[in-house]
Nanobody, 122 residues
Framework: QVPLRESGGGLVQAGDSLTLSCSVADNIFRSYAVGWFREAPGKEREFVVGVAWTGVSTSASESVKGRVTITRVHETNMVHLQMNRLREVDTGIYYC???????????????WGQGTQVTVSS
């Protein structure tokens, strides 16, 4: 089973909302923190937001704070990232990642998805 698989990326307009989804392998979903990173063109990959296996969310990065919501759905082993009021600077490849805890998630994820492209046009 693929550890992490993202879906839901695409082309949207500034101001729109978009939800990304991450399908998480069962053995990872049960006990790992899962989160999202993004990599904008020409920039380093940055942490966006995460959620512990308990369902407690981490703080979001300043660039998206107040505009994103992360949810963990136990029935489907899915983690969703809802992004609102999208801006052109939100354009990038969004990666799902997992780590044994939220602290490790920010810096040294154990698993990565392949990424999904989000493009926000003006």
């Amino acid at each position: 089973q693929v550890p992490l698989r993202e879906s839901g990326g695409g082309l949207v307009q500034a101001g729109d909302s978009l939800t990304l989804s991450c399908s998480v392998a069962d053995n990872i979903f049960r006990s790992y923190a899962v989160g999202w990173f993004r990599e904008a063109p020409g920039k380093e990959r940055e942490f966006v937001v995460g959620v512990a296996w308990t369902g407690v969310s981490t703080s979001a990065s300043e660039s998206v704070k107040g505009r994103v919501t992360i949810t963990r759905v136990h029935e489907t082993n899915m983690v969703h990232l809802q992004m609102n009021r999208l801006r052109e600077v939100d354009t990038g490849i969004y990666y799902c990642a997992a780590a044994p805890d939220s602290a490790k998630l920010r810096h040294t994820p154990a698993y990565w998805g392949q990424g999904t492209q989000v493009t926000v046009s003006s």
